[in-house]
């Protein structure tokens, strides 16, 4: 084999192996990728059963029940609800008219099973997601700032 024909081999190898390793990290990423839906996107786009994703919204007024560790509460956008079953401790800042993002998977039966549960602090901060799909439910708060902008006094000098 001459010089030209076992420098192309190493080539051809070496990108093989890279291509390979690109494939398995995708792969692996793939197992790890949760999206996030608002409740009228979980019950319009027949969410599949067990199917994990990230479930945003407010908590519905009068809807949380405790028994023990287990909460059940409804999370809705406005146009629609989705009843969420949660086992273990709350954030402080979990109350009802809050907004709230629940992660888990639907049950064949409608139940989102969720194994985290994060709150907002407070006005000024909530997923862009949660935001945008507050917004097209009419549901934003005019005045508010826009999520993730920066209040008067968290901005630098200067910008």
Known sequence: MTRKGRRLVLIGSGLGVLALAAGLILSALNDT???????????????????????????????????????????????????????????????????????GALQPDGLFKADSVLAKHDERYMPREVADALKQQGHWKDGAPAPGAATPAQRQPGS
């Open 33 to 103: 990728i949760v999206f996030f839906r608002s409740p009228t996107e979980v019950t319009q786009q027949q969410v599949a059963p067990g199917a994990r994703l990230r479930l945003g919204g407010l908590v519905e007024t009068g809807s949380v029940t405790k028994n023990g560790t287990l909460t059940t509460f409804s999370v809705t956008d406005g146009n629609a609800t989705v009843k969420v079953a949660y086992s273990g401790i709350l954030p402080d800042l979990f109350r009802e008219g809050q907004g709230v993002v629940a992660e």
